[in-house]
Nanobody, 125 residues
């Protein structure tokens, strides 16, 4: 088991930046591939980014490439999502997720076993 708690969401103007954090407790954090997903009202959960266990490899959804950066600090049991050049269409609840079985990050939310409660990001125009 692992418990995930997101923080760092809020209201920001278009073009601004936010950094989300996800703190993990429970099982060894470094044994999980970590991902970020988001979900806006009335829309499906969307893949944002993923990072491998040692942080060597990252992947991003097309809509955030070049603007968002995922990173992790295994000593602090934390994964981060740095979001720059935010757009109103980035408004959503953001969730971190953990996958204990794969060696790579997948884009399918069904592949992640553990989820945080989410943090809201609202981007005003």
């Amino acid at each position: 088991q692992v418990q995930l708690v997101e923080s760092g969401g809020g209201l920001v103007q278009a073009g601004g930046s936010l950094r989300l954090s996800c703190a993990a407790s429970g099982r060894t954090f470094s044994s999980f591939v970590m991902g970020w997903f988001r979900q806006a009202p009335g829309k499906e959960r969307e893949f944002v980014a993923a990072i491998t266990r040692n942080g060597a490899h990252t992947s991003y959804g097309d809509s955030v490439k070049g603007r968002f950066t995922i990173s992790r600090d295994n000593a602090k049991n934390t994964v981060y999502l740095q979001m720059n050049s935010l757009k109103p269409e980035d408004t959503a609840a953001y969730y971190c997720a953990a996958d204990p079985t794969r060696n790579y990050g997948t884009t399918r939310y069904q592949d992640y076993n553990y989820w945080g409660q989410g943090t809201q990001v609202t981007v005003s125009s």
